[in-house]
């Protein structure tokens, strides 16, 4: 199978249900995004120690091929695969039990204390940038809502696994001077 197909070389792409859609379509964008997003969860993999949470990234990284085949088709009859409600529960259990797991906190907390750490809170704001995408989309098409709802707590979920990660809490201090 050759990886390039030359149809793509006058800017345009196929959906997954082979609509042809402009490669800045916003529907491509917003797959796009997710994509990104699982390849950075992907690096991030690379710095956690705990056997446990690169588990639950990998299962993470498997649903959001969910979210892209929904984002990537147009029609939303050819879509074979679905995001739940019980996929939404499974993040907000995660965010608990990570939450808990990272202890008590007030205020902003320094990002990035560790290099797992740092990796995830960089994954999270492109998953935020996936969700604004996906939004955008939603003005322009149809969107399955537990898309939107799923993206919008994987946001937390990656939030609470980076702060677990993080080897230190560090308080945010706004009267620190920049010498």
């Given at each position: 199978m050759?990886?390039?197909?030359k ?11 082979s ?18 997003l ?6 991030c993999?690379n ?5 446990d949470l ?42 608990d039990?990570y ?10 907390v ?25 939004v955008?989309?939603q003005?322009?098409?149809y ?20 702060r ?5 809490t ?9 010498k």
């Amino acid at each position: 199978m050759e990886i390039y197909t030359k149809t793509g070389d006058k800017g345009t792409t196929s959906l997954f249900d082979s609509v042809r859609v402009s490669k800045d379509d916003v529907r491509v964008e917003s797959y796009g995004t997710v994509d990104e997003l699982s390849a950075a969860l992907g690096v991030c993999n690379n710095y956690i120690e705990d056997a446990d949470l690169r588990k639950e990234l990998m299962a993470i990284q498997n649903k959001l091929f969910v979210v892209s085949e929904n984002l990537a088709t147009s029609n939303q009859d050819k879509v074979r695969h679905f995001i739940t409600e019980e996929d939404i529960h499974v993040l907000e259990k995660l965010v608990d039990k990570y939450m808990e797991k990272a202890g008590k906190f007030t205020g902003f907390v320094l990002q990035g204390t560790s290099k797992a750490a740092a990796f995830l809170h960089l994954a999270r704001t492109v998953c935020r940038r996936a969700e604004r995408r996906i939004v955008s989309l939603q003005g322009q098409a149809y969107v399955d809502p537990n898309v939107v709802k799923f993206v919008n707590r994987l946001a937390d979920t990656i939030y609470a696994f980076a702060r677990y990660c993080e080897d230190e809490t560090i308080m945010v201090d706004f009267e620190a001077d920049l010498k």
